[in-house]
Each structure stands twice: as C-alpha cells, then as structure tokens.
C-alpha cells in the first residue's frame, strides 16, 4: 500500500463519477439498568466495541488514506452530560474524518422508560421533529463538531416532515431513506428503489444503496452483505454512470452483538473492502458529505440484480458469523 497516499484526490486526477460514501453510525448504546448513571460500559461496549470500534476503524481508514462519514449521535448527553459525546468527536476530528449528525430520540426520555415504538423519530409531528434536530445539533456542536449538514435518523426512521424540517434547520444533505426498511420506519415519501440523490422537501436526499434480493432487496452494510457483493455494487454503479455508493456500518457491528469480542467475519470484510476502495481509489474516490456539492440529481435508480453464487457466499458467512463469532464471548 502507498503510505504517501492523501486523503485528498490529487488535482491532476479527472473527477470520477462514482463516489463511495463510508457512514459509520456512531453512537451509544442504551442499556436499562440500575447503573444507567454510569456512561463508560455504553462507551466501551459501542464505541470502543471489544477493540474493533471507532479507534480501530479510523486506524484502518488512515493505515488505507480513506475518508469515511460519522454520522454522530449527541443524545446520550440528554442523560450523561456533554463528556461522553466530546470522548466520541475529539478522535474522529483528530483523524481528519468527518462528523455529522445521528438522532435517536429514545435518549430524551430514557430516564422514564420510553417504549420501543417512541424510539423512531418518524412518529413524533412536524414540531417536535424540528425541535429534536434542533437539539441534537446544538449538541453536537457543543460537543466540538463543526456545524452539520447532513443527518441520517437513528432506525432510518425519518418521513417527509424530517426532511422539512432539515431544510428550515439549513441542512443540505440527508440519508435516511432505505428501501429495505420502507415503509417502516424508513417512512420518506420517495419510491422504496430510490437510491440515486434526489431533491425531496427541500433537502437533498442521498439514500442508501440497495441490491435486488429476490422480490425484495437488502441494503449495503458491512454486517448484512458480503465482500463480494458490496464490490459488485460499486462496479455496477460505476457502470451505470450512478453519482453516489452509500455503505452503511455502526460503530459496534464489527464486534459481537454483546460488545465483547470481534466479529471476525465483520472485521475481515470491513479490512477487505477498505484494501478494494484504496486500490480502486481512481475508479470509486471515498467522499465526505461536504465535497458533494456537483452532485448529479437526475440518474435514474437501477439496482445490482441478485446473483445466486454472491447471495450462497453471503449465506455461507452470515451461518459462520451467527453461529461461531455472536458466540465468542
């Protein structure tokens, strides 16, 4: 690998078309209990994740000159103060990656014991919406993140009243429609095959990028589809002439869903795909929200189709990771 590789495209490259998109949800998880007083076993299990969390991740990403997006989720400080969200953006902005705003709307109430169905922020209206943003933002700039423009709500769940309210907020970009997970509670009102970017309520929408499964289809994230078929992706949306590739991963999903060991199947394709990205750099250039601004609007959406071999490799992994790697302890 060229250690001497910028994460900065050299101006004699001519602009590649296709851009990737790495978006990495940061956030703490919630954990009810008597000792919901105390933020370091949240912090160590989700965002340190059993040694493979977001240090490790930006070590990867640097060791690769790759950028990657951290959509960061400041409302865990709604219950533990400012400090664990200011522990979560010093490392990411010290990395010279990017941060822009996560939302999971269970953390204001998390003290009185919110449901699970008030967790999405797609049931709240247009006023409370707006007023949920509002607050996460003051937060994350509080927290010492420079003032966002793209937003991707916890759970996707987002609707058209979201992107309103963005658009008021003077927000750019948001990434929250997922097909997979529409119409519920990826609720936006935009076809469920939309993956190109396209203008909707104000804001720009850059939605994630899906693949067609049987009648269905599966979006691209690092713990739900293989190597192979996030590489063919990326090919085909090159093919395609598609502006943007839009991977999802958490700051967690390479370990275990406990937090206390690595997934080694997640980690090696999270490696794997990095190690791709930087050789095919030319080709498929990673990109930060706030270099988006000559963004094509008008591509339609095609999706890869399914292919039999990649989705029985995929199945092959998902068995290992589920039975042997959830179960390292």
């Known amino acids: ?34 000792d919901w007083e105390h933020w370091e076993t949240a912090y160590e299990r989700s965002y340190e994740a059993a040694g493979v969390g977001v240090r490790y991740q930006l070590r990867v990403l640097a060791q ?44 204001v109430g998390a003290r009185d014991g919110q449901t699970r169905s008030e967790r999405q922020l797609a049931r709240y209206d247009a006023v409370a919406q707006r007023d949920l943003i509002q607050r996460a933002r003051d937060l994350l700039v509080e927290a010492g993140a420079p003032e966002p423009i793209a937003f991707r709500a916890g759970n996707y769940s987002a609707n058209d009243d979201t992107l309103s309210a963005l658009a008021e907020l003077g927000f750019r970009y948001d990434s929250s429609h997922n097909g997979h997970q529409h119409p519920w509670p990826s609720a936006i009102g935009l076809p469920r095959d939309q993956i190109n970017p396209v203008v909707h309520r104000g804001v720009t929408e850059v939605p994630v990028t899906l ?63 990095c190690a791709f990205l930087s050789k095919e750099r030319k080709r498929f250039p990673t990109a930060f929200f ?12 095609v999706l890869l189709p399914s292919a039999g071999l990649r989705r029985m490799g995929r199945l092959i992994e998902q068995i290992w990771s589920n039975q042997i790697e959830e179960r390292t302890s």
Not at 11 to 21: G, I, K, Q
Not at 215 to 228: D, E, Y
Not at 239 to 268: C, W, Y
Not at 290 to 301: G, Y
Request: with cysteine; net charge negative; glycine share 6%.
């Open 1 to 34: 690998m060229d250690t001497e590789t910028s994460l900065t495209t050299s101006v004699t490259d001519p602009p590649a078309e296709t851009r990737v998109l790495l978006t990495i949800d940061t956030e703490l998880t919630w954990r009810p209990g008597p």
């Open 64 to 107: 690769y000159a790759l950028k990657a997006c951290f959509f960061v989720d400041p409302m865990p400080a709604c219950v533990y103060g400012i400090e664990p969200i200011r522990r979560m953006i010093e490392p990411i902005m010290e990395a010279g990656q990017e941060v822009q705003l996560h939302l999971h709307p269970l953390w």
């Open 211 to 273: 693949i067609t499964e049987g009648r269905g289809s599966r979006h691209l994230q690092i713990c739900a589809v293989s190597l192979g078929e996030i590489k063919a992706a990326i090919e085909h949306a090159g093919a395609q002439h598609q502006p943007v590739v839009n991977i999802v991963t958490h700051s967690f999903e390479l370990a275990n869903r406990a937090g206390t060991a690595p997934n080694k199947i997640h980690v090696k394709r999270f490696e794997d795909l």
């Open 290 to 301: 706030t270099e988006l601004d000559a963004l094509p609007l008008d591509k339609p959406s």
